[in-house]
């Protein structure tokens, strides 16, 4: 999938991990402090509603938390028959339905499953702002989740997306298919890179479509598959143009980087500008395994490789992405960053060079992010915000913990300071002589 960038037509008119203390269980209820804030649960008390059961067995059991007799037959739940039936917050056996309202996190439909390898969820989406989220329980580091998606309904395509127990998004995808065309199998496959209490499937329908539908999930858990290291990253940040020939953003003819084609009066400012490109995607990437490059040096030998390209414009886009390459599998990928598009009328005003060289800079450190694997948010102050105005390129912006933007998904959070380390590393340290 290309990640365009599109914010000049819109224009034109860190982060918080998943640490000990979040998946801390102070009452001993099977339940984290987090979770049970979300839920309105008392992190310090194992029997919150005081019926008998404690709260963690009441999600299991389908029996409400906050609830003494859940069911209002007059008896507590903790005194109830065990084995009655669930209620509509947990799916029986190891398959799941749709059972409403699970549009969000804490009222996600949890799916009880034994063996621990297999869950099938039935449902449907029946309404535009409609989302399906399941808990499809713990997970290590190192297992391997593979979501894949059956059509019910010729016209529905769906948007997949796994997110973690503290709701960040894990692994997203848009079914391929288009009416009309070959059914493309839709799936996610991809191994977690840090364990927790809870993981989630979420479903919708694709923001630009609006076709409802009914739909089948085949989630398979395979434990222990093993997850790849980080990776040292070289990033080229290439100034001399040339012909850019990759597969989905087509064969291209790159001008040389020349801000004088933005405006006359940059002609002279040619090198600091390029200076400041530089400065600012490295100070985005400090603290991270990724090594900022410029065409005049030399690559060393055994890294991968990824190019962002500087020169030439688009009508459409500042930026564009070979691919979104969740957890970069494949490190030699390319970017562009449209240097020609970056006119006054994306600030509303000429900015200075050094401020241009931050903007430009941001887009470019917005593109690396994508062939890294990271996705639009909705957060100004973000790098990978989707559509923020552009005075906001021209400040100091950073990967961190923001919303997925709606073209994404419409709930769940990126953890992006967090993805970048799981897929790079943190920047090796250096010793004092």
């Known amino acids: 999938m290309v990640a365009v960038c599109a914010w000049l037509v819109a224009l034109a008119g860190s982060g918080c991990g998943l640490s000990a203390s979040r998946l801390a269980d102070s009452d001993g209820d099977g339940l984290s402090d987090l979770h049970e804030r979300r839920l309105g649960t008392d992190p310090l008390n194992a029997d919150s509603d005081f ?118 998004v894990f692994a997203a995808g848009v079914d391929p298919y288009v009416r009309g065309g070959p059914d493309i199998p839709a799936f996610l496959d991809a191994r977690v890179r840090h364990g927790g209490e809870r993981y989630y499937v979420a479903v919708t329908h694709p923001a630009a479509d609006a076709a409802l539908g009914s739909y089948e999930l085949q989630v398979t858990i395979e434990r222990d598959a093993g997850a790849a290291p980080p990776a040292t990253q070289a990033l080229v940040l290439s100034f001399g143009g040339g012909v850019l020939d990759v597969p989905v953003l087509g064969r291209s003819v790159i001008a040389p980087f020349d801000p004088g084609n933005i405006d ?101 450190a917005h593109e690396s992010g994508h062939l890294l694997g990271l996705r639009h948010v909705n957060d100004a102050a973000a790098i990978m915000d989707e559509l923020s105005p552009g005075v906001h390129l021209l400040s100091d912006q950073a990967f961190r913990l923001a919303p997925l933007a709606d073209s994404v998904f419409p709930i769940g959070m990126q953890d992006g300071p967090r993805i970048l380390a799981e897929t790079v590393g943190r920047a090796p340290a250096i010793m004092a002589p």
């Open 264 to 364: 006359a009066r940059y002609e002279p400012e040619s090198d600091s500008i390029r200076d400041a490109i530089v400065a600012t995607v490295r100070d985005d990437f400090a603290g991270l395994d990724v090594l900022v490059l410029t065409d005049e040096d030399e690559t060393p030998a055994g890294v991968a490789v990824s190019t962002i390209h500087f020169g030439s414009f688009s009508a459409l886009a500042l930026g564009a992405a070979e691919s979104v390459d969740a957890f970069n599998v494949d490190g030699c990928d390319d970017g562009v960053v449209f240097i020609e598009s970056f006119r006054s009328v994306v600030f509303g005003f000429l900015p200075t060079a050094d401020a241009l060289g931050v903007a430009i800079g941001n887009v470019a």
């Open 51 to 168: 019926d008998g059961r404690r709260d963690g067995d009441e999600l299991v059991l389908g029996t409400s938390p906050l609830s003494r007799d859940s069911d209002g037959d007059g008896i507590d739940d903790g005194e109830d028959e065990v084995n009655d039936p669930p209620s509509p917050r947990t799916g029986s056996g190891s398959s799941g339905n749709d059972l409403e309202p699970n549009d969000a996190f804490p009222d996600a439909v949890v799916l009880i499953n034994p063996d621990e390898d297999a869950l099938t969820i039935e449902g449907r989406i029946d309404q535009r702002d409609d989302v399906d989220v399941f808990d499809i329980g713990p997970m290590r580091r190192g297992d391997r989740v593979r979501v894949d998606f059956i059509r019910r309904d010729v016209r529905f395509r769906a948007r997949i997306a796994i997110f973690d127990a503290a709701e960040s």
